[in-house]
């Protein structure tokens, strides 16, 4: 459960997260432009590969995930593993098959990808590690933006996008906390980096939707169709086994 936290942690890190530091304006600025026009489209389909390096540079991929991610207007769909989550506007369900469970949790209006994130910590690691930024361009023509802490520490935070369309292309994150004792986060001495492929922004079709795992049974809520040998946790029931 460690690695899956530590993947999610970092996929909200890329699909919600605004640096605020004042190393680079511009960067910082650009950097919130592009995660903001990226998760505000109405409508994307992405395929997101994530490895895990227990080391800064180099080396072979630890731990892999892979989530299939797709959004329509109000409504959402993600599958990672052996988890499934939805979302409409009026419900937030995280499925679990391996305990066959159907979990309703609580729903943040205007809420486009996860449930709220506390971003604190992530926000004063930037202001901690003093992270200066910097805009580049590939050799492809995709357009990039670097933080990085060369005087203190190795750890460097990137996103590759393209330009033209908006879609994310790369997020990477490595994080040297060595020289700095007083912070700690689980991604410490690690790398982490994101792969978007097989982007669409139009006509996308959900996969499935809130209506093919509920249903309306007089006052209540049931799980439905191959969900229906699921049990159905009620937002109370999910809230207390947080």
């Known amino acids: 459960m460690k690695i899956t ?4 942690l970092h996929f909200l890190f890329v699909m919600g997260f605004v640096v605020q530091g004042n190393a680079q304006e511009v960067a910082a600025r650009q950097y919130q432009k592009v995660v903001e026009a990226f998760t505000a489209k109405e409508q994307l389909s992405c395929v997101v590969e994530i490895m895990l390096y227990d080391q800064l540079e180099g080396g072979e991929a630890s731990s892999e995930m892979k989530i299939n991610y797709c959004k329509k207007g109000e409504e959402m769909y993600a599958r990672f593993d052996l988890f499934e989550v939805l979302k409409n506007e009026r419900h937030y369900l995280y499925v ?19 449930p709220s994130f506390d971003f604190a910590q ?9 992270l200066e930024g910097t805009l580049f361009e590939t050799s492809g023509g ?9 005087k203190k520490s190795k750890t460097v935070i990137e996103l590759i996008y393209e330009p033209e369309s908006g879609h994310i292309l790369q997020s ?7 020289p700095y004792d ?13 792969n978007f492929t097989q982007l669409q922004s139009g006509s996308v079709q959900l996969p499935r939707r ?4 509920l249903q309306a049974s007089g006052q209540q809520l049931k799980s439905s ?14 809230r207390s086994g947080r």
């Not at 809130?210 to 795992?213: A, E, L």
């Not at 169709?225 to 999910?238: I, R, V």
Request: proline share 4%; glycine share 6%; hydrophobic share 45%.
């Open 96 to 114: 679990d098959h391996s305990q066959k469970q159907v979990n309703q949790l609580p729903l943040v209006p205007g809420e486009q990808i996860f």
């Open 142 to 150: 995709h357009k990039g933006i670097r933080f990085t802490a060369a």
């Open 5 to 8: 936290k530590i993947f999610l």
């Open 225 to 238: 169709g191959q969900y229906a040998s699921y049990q159905l946790n009620p937002l109370q029931a999910a």
């Open 122 to 130: 992530l926000e004063q690691l930037i202001e901690w590690l003093e």
């Open 182 to 194: 007083a912070v700690d986060h689980d991604l410490d001495g690690k790398r982490v980096v994101s």
């Open 210 to 213: 809130v209506r093919d795992v």
């Open 172 to 178: 990477s994150m490595a994080l040297d906390l060595a």
